[in-house]
C-alpha cells in the first residue's frame, strides 16, 4: 500500500523559500508520475506541480517560475522547492501519487 509522508512546511516571510518532501513507501515510484497539491481555507484543492516518470515537469500558472518539483527515485522522495513565496501560496500542501494522499503539510506566509 502507497504510504505518503509530506514534511518540511513552516511560517516564512513574504519572499521567502521553503523545500517540501514527501516520502513515499509501498512500491517502487520510478514509474508514475508525483504531484503535489494544495488547498488553502475556504478554497478547493488546487495542483501545484507534477514530476513526471519520463522527467517533464508541469507547473501551475501561479507557481510556475518561483516553484521547482524534482524527485530522487533512489530513495523515493519527491521535492518541492518554493522560493519567493506569496502570501497567496499560504496552504497544506499535499504530495499525489497514484491517487494515494499524504496528510500534508501546513505553509504559513506571513510577516
Known amino acids: 500500500q502507497v504510504q505518503l509522508v509530506e514534511s518540511g512546511g513552516g511560517l516564512v516571510q513574504p519572499g521567502g523559500s521553503l523545500r517540501l518532501s514527501c516520502a513515499a513507501s509501498?512500491?517502487?515510484?520510478?514509474?508514475?508520475?508525483m504531484g503535489w497539491y494544495r488547498q488553502a481555507p475556504g478554497k478547493g484543492r488546487e495542483f501545484v506541480a507534477i514530476s513526471g516518470y519520463l522527467g517533464t515537469t508541469l507547473y501551475s500558472d501561479s507557481t510556475k517560475g518561483r516553484f521547482t518539483i524534482s524527485r530522487d527515485n533512489a530513495t523515493n522522495t519527491l521535492y518541492l522547492r518554493m522560493n519567493n513565496l506569496k502570501t497567496e501560496d499560504a496552504a497544506v500542501y499535499y504530495c499525489?501519487?497514484?491517487?494515494?494522499w499524504g496528510k500534508g503539510t501546513q505553509v504559513t506566509v506571513s510577516s
Open positions: 499525489n501519487v497514484l491517487q494515494n
Open positions: 509501498g512500491r517502487t515510484f520510478s514509474d508514475v508520475n
